[in-house]
């Protein structure tokens, strides 16, 4: 259980549209929330919703893109009561969910042998706040916040 920081932790790193830089992207997120004080089932819920991000972010907004020709920025803040990742990308922009989404129907997703479809929901379950600023053209952002237990 992380605990309120007194101290202020930001760093940030760009990375390109490579499923191989997962793996990458992961690392960098949770070194910080380590940093921050982050450990055991908070820091696998920030770990799962980051990989489930970057993973959105390669596989849909560059779709289109051939590999690492698109850039994906990470940065993160910790903060008082806050660690914060924020995902910036200039691919192709979505339209984010209208509040939380549903919980997905797991049984029927595998009967119909359907991959992917939850990403959205982890974040929102695992992360406190999750939210997109799109600007069609020019930039995606995604951030998620996960607040430090008192």
């Known amino acids: 259980m992380a605990s309120l920081t007194t101290k202020h932790l930001s760093a940030q790193a ?3 549209n490579n499923l191989a830089n997962l793996f990458h992207m992961h690392q960098f997120v949770r070194r910080a929330a380590i940093d921050a004080g982050f450990s055991n089932v908070p820091l696998g819920d920030i770990e799962l919703a980051i990989v489930e991000a970057c993973a ?18 990470i ?5 008082g009561d806050r660690f914060e990742v924020c995902l910036t990308d200039w691919g192709e922009p979505f339209e984010p969910p209208k509040g939380r989404v549903p919980r997905p ?9 359907q991959r992917g479809g939850m990403g959205i929901f982890f974040m929102q379950t695992l992360m406190d ?6 600007r069609p053209g020019e930039q995606n952002q995604l951030r998620m916040i996960k607040r430090f237990s008192a």
């Open 105 to 113: 129907d797991v049984e029927r997703m595998v009967i119909e042998g």
């Open 129 to 134: 706040e999750v939210s997109w600023d799109i």
């Open 56 to 73: 959105n972010v390669v596989k849909h907004a560059y779709r289109n893109t051939a590999p690492d020709q698109g850039k994906i920025a």
């Open 14 to 16: 760009t990375f390109t």
């Open 75 to 79: 940065e993160v803040n910790a903060q």
